[in-house]
């Protein structure tokens, strides 16, 4: 009884929303890729997913989905880009090097980066490789093979695998 009467007393006042937002819980399929820097996800859907990425200091939220994720208005504090690209494809030359603009902006003031499409595999598989190619000088192959050993499941698909290895070949 005690127990009730403490947490009714420190709940008392706070709306349901907002102890939602401020609870913290760590997205699907998260991983870091580069601690600190970037990491990838599944699209997140709730407030207290939002709020993990906050508190393990990601600024920036890049969505690859065709639609904005739900509830990404609940943190303000989170800046969304977003970069449309169709499920099962490869994003384009100047997707990508949006992509790594956002990311290398946002590094450069301390800031972390998420990306995610709606699984966390196949779009945000192919960023993350061509970030571990710009940034580890890594060959495209290498890169794919480092992604699946952290991120299993990712780079759904041989044109993605493909725009990978043609980033590469790009900026050699």
């Known amino acids: 009884m005690f ?3 403490c947490v009714f007393k420190i709940l ?8 939602t937002v401020m609870a913290s819980s760590t997205p699907p ?24 990425l906050l508190d ?20 303000p504090e989170l800046q969304l880009h977003h970069i449309k690209i169709v499920d099962f494809t490869p994003p384009s030359p ?13 590094n ?3 800031e972390g980066v998420a990306v995610h499409c709606m699984h966390g595999h196949g779009r945000t598989g192919t960023m993350l490789a061509c970030y571990l190619v710009k940034t580890r ?10 992604i699946r050993q952290i991120r299993r499941g990712s780079i759904e698909t041989h044109e993605q695998e493909k725009a990978v290895v043609q980033f590469h070949q790009r900026i050699k």
Not at 137 to 146: H, R, Y
């Open 12 to 19: 008392n006042g706070i709306s349901l929303r907002r102890l």
């Open 56 to 75: 393990n200091g990601i600024k920036h939220l890049v969505c690859l989905c065709e639609r904005k994720p739900p509830n990404h208005d609940s943190c």
């Open 29 to 52: 399929n998260f991983s870091w890729v580069e601690p600190g820097k970037l990491a990838g996800l599944a699209m997140p859907r709730m407030p207290c997913e939002y709020r993990y």
């Open 108 to 110: 450069s003031k301390g």
């Open 137 to 146: 000088k890594m060959a495209g192959v290498d890169a794919i093979k480092e």
């Open 3 to 5: 127990y009730n009467k």
């Open 94 to 106: 100047g997707q990508i090097d949006r992509f790594l603009s956002i990311v290398e902006e946002a």
